[in-house]
């Protein structure tokens, strides 16, 4: 899978496997559970996603989770490892998961709307450069429902000095610079996210539609 590093003072993606990387040989964001403020989102609506598109899915956890609740779910990430995990963890779960390898810059995205796309740490992975995180919110645009939601979990850099060691992380105005020219932002708060660690992660939590859409969802 992919992580974020700093090499020779620029932020870059490195390749990493699961020997080789960040906290006690594990990727730090890996928790193997699904997010609980994906669960706790999720359980508050009132009327269920039918369809579902994971974005950046690492391990399936989230994939594997939304298709226990009933979801039809899509799941997308461009590392071979990520591909292979959630395949096997749905295999294992006795769960459909519809996996597809797509590296969301290079390639064409999926030609299909969602009730719900659903990233954590995907859309900070394009920190670095502003235009694929345009890019990004662009087709992601093109996968929802008239109804449909994004809910996205990134990591804040607001709470760290100068944004020092988390450089992948976006701060508000990041977020709000670029995803609202394309959307309407329905709820964006601060969160605590969970990593492999004692320490928890600043975070945020934000939940968009296309403009125009008159049921307030949150
Ligand atoms: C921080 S990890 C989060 C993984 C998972 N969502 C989770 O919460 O455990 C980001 C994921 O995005 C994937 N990713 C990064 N850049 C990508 C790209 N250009 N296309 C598709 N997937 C990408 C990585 O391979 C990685 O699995």
Redesign the pocket.
Known sequence: ???PRIINGKLV?VDVDDSNDCINNK?Y???GTP?RNLISWFMRQTTTPTTVL??????G??AVWLSKQGCHVTA????DS?IEKTKQLANHSSVNVNVIK?????DAWINQKFDLVF????FH??AAEKNNMTHFVSNLKNCLNANGIWLS?IGNKDPYKNGMGVEWFLSANDIVSIVEPELQILKFKAITGDCISEFKMSGWLLVCCLRNQETLKN
């Open positions: 899978m992919y992580t993606l990727l964001w890996d928790i997010d994971e974005l950046g899915c690492g391990s956890d989230n997308i990430d461009f590392h990520a797509q590296d969301l810059i290079k990233d954590r740490g995907c992975m394009f979990i």
